[in-house]
């Protein structure tokens, strides 16, 4: 698992049945070091690494119920969306989207989710 980490944080935390994600970025291609550009882009590298964070306590996208998506730029939402629908084709968890500054220039998107996936 290959992710960018900014602070003293788990990238995901399991709760009982749920799984949090912490907000996965996609700033840096984690096979090259290259920046990545575009929010197409990072919005794919964004959900790569969620796959990975849940894959690692056991879950996947398919038991993902939230999504929250943090956009550096309300003009980017309509590429971002077109990505994003990918990721959900048939079951689509509840979200938010929120516009807002971003800690590392670089980032024009931000993705955390919450997970349900009971035992057995």
Do not use: H, W
């Not at 575009?38 to 849940?54: D, S, Y």
């Not at 690692?56 to 990505?83: Q, R």
């Amino acid at each position: 698992m290959s992710t960018v980490t900014y602070g003293p944080y788990s990238p995901v935390l399991k709760a009982g049945e749920y799984i949090f994600t912490s907000g996965q970025v996609g700033v840096t291609d984690p096979n090259t070091g290259k920046d990545i550009e575009g929010v197409e882009a990072q919005t794919k590298q964004c959900f790569n690494n969620v796959k990975n964070v849940l894959a690692s306590v056991g879950a996947s996208l398919s038991d993902v119920v939230k999504v929250t998506v943090f956009l550096k730029e309300a003009g980017d939402f309509t590429n971002m969306n077109e990505t994003y629908k990918n990721y959900f084709p048939e079951k689509k968890p509840a979200r938010s989207t929120v516009v807002t500054s971003l800690v590392d220039p670089r980032m024009l998107i931000e993705i955390e989710c919450i997970a349900y996936c009971p035992s057995g």
